[in-house]
């Protein structure tokens, strides 16, 4: 994207003159592709990229700016499908602020244009779906419309009529007239568990097709798109089957109602006309508190059942929202505060196989790096055969990627309408991509691909990443980048070579120097002193996890005293079971295995460490779930805290749930869980009462 120098001289306004040219052509083509048939080439925030472009050329070269320029339109003129409807008020789009300081600066104009008087402001969550209008007379909904082009949309009312969240007559409160003419805006969006199980069918339909050798569907890419797709549906059975729901946020022309002072009282009334208006709506005195707003939601997007892209400020007094007025796009009293994307567009440079400590061969997207989600993604997991067979994503394909909040990036589709022509499948490798070679076999039955191999160098070096990460024996500053080198030289080939490896060995490999080769020796030796149960995760066995472990180790007391015991005996011990007793058994009957324990014996590494816990036993039976900070301490910590009293701290309520310790920022859906199920709610103040015994 070519940025232009500030000073318009002429060289500078012909070539602002073509960028502004193909600016307009490619929003053209992009609007076209959004409005017209539900399925962009481009992201959201790649589109408002263009058209921001196009804005600040309009804004330096204001010649340059044409009649109906894509940057004074919303969106597309409406297909052919639909009858048009005409909006006798225009459904205006909103201006964007992209960070604080372009959301200070509304604040600031707002304050100029009001002379500088006081103002509340309404924050919404701006949610990401379909603007509709709704329009009723005499109490009936009588046409459903989309925006359109913001003057003209289509008729969509047999779809929308299907909409359970939409009311079809309004539910006048007692004494009141039913007002003549009431049009009511708002937003059609598919909640994401409907957009999951839209997915999962169609995920359950294309391994249909593909058992009887047909093609594949795509998938849908987002709830977005599939809202917009489901309710632009020629059939209203398809638009009926598809879970959509609605969020009263505006008025439109109304005739024979009260006139409301405040855009808030607005909205109550709406609701309680029966319209659902989004819950989290606030009114707040200072914009200050807008940004607070904004700086809570941000980070809680995910909390909400459904997908929003950033947070609407309006003026919430409609006297000063008729003094402020529109611009030619956009009302001056609103602004949609966008959060940062999450999806991006991307291409796909080459998928790869990752072999891991077991063997399986995990596909992987090599990405052209992309910033989203707040980081730069260049890799993404493509988890198995057959997701990347679901998802028919090839080398060269223009993909859909995103990462939502903490979560890993996901590639989620391709843009089939960027596929070069000719582009073959991806085929899965037949060979294990290190030097032996072998034969990569997928089992009967099971998703995963292996290299059977045990002495794969690959494995190997996963295998000593595994054995030295936190969870288990917690070799501090043996990262991955220093395990490949120690295998590359030689030095290590199983995990017992690390008890063995010198400062002298370290310094001959890159980015070593004394005093880092001498740490590294000395947390590797530390290590030797790790307790069972974490030695017991780090040899890597099957289906054996941290808290089957930590049950063995403290039930047994030794390694030695585990390897004696029958199976049966250690699938008696609570949270073991028989398939991990069975796993371990066979564990350690394998030769190769037993000669690597007794390698790390001559090590020096302890086999019997075992922490028994000397507080009160005081939650001894009892399931704690931690939600939010607790202030003084760390998730970790107060869940060992719950543990070392005897406690069983999980990760989501249930009905077996004792109690639930809610600190600051705590997760909205674990709290919601908690009161349907009555389970007892202990404020993060109280967490050390609980420890104490003095509450459950
Ligand atoms: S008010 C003149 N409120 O965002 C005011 N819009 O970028 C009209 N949207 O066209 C819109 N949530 O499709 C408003 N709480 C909300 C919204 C919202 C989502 C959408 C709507 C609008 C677009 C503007």
Redesign the pocket.
Known sequence: MGSLGAVPDAANRERAGERAEQLRDAIARHDERYYAHDDPEISDAEYDELVRELLAIEEAFPDLAVAGSPSSRVGAAPSATFAPVVHRVP????D?AMDAGELAAWGERVAKGLGGAAARFTC????????VSLRYERGELVQAAT?GDGRTGEDVTANVRTIAAVPRRIAVPDGSPTPDVLEV?G?VFMPIASFERLRAAKVRENEERAAAGRKPEPLPVNPRNAGAGSLRQKDPRVTASRDLSF?A??LGEVVGAPAFPSHDESLRWLASLGFPV?PEVRVVGSMDDVAAYCRHWEPRRHELGYEIDGV?V?VDDLAQRAALGFTSR??RW?I?VKFAPEERNTVLRAIEVSIGRTGRATPYAVLEPVFVGGSTVSMATLHNREQVAAKDVRPGDTVVVRKAGDVIPEVVGPVLSLRPEGLPAWEFPAACPCDLRTPLVQAEGEADTRCVEPQCPFQRDQRIIHFASRGAMDIEGLGEKTVFALSDAGFVVDPGDLYSLTAGQLLQLEGFAEISAQNLVASIGRSRERPLAKLLVALGIKHLGPSASEALASEFGSLKAIVDAPAERLAEVEGVGEVIAASVTRWFESPANRTFVDKLRLAGVRLDVVERSTLEQTLAGRTIVVTGTVPGWSREGAEAAVKQRGGKATGSVSAKTDALVVGEAPGASKVTKAAELGVRVVPGEQFEDLLAGRIL
């Open positions: 459904m205006t789009s909103l964007n919404e969550p701006k949610i990401d779906g379909l603007a925006r805006r937003e969020w946020y505006q989004n609407v309006k956009a009302p609103a949609a």
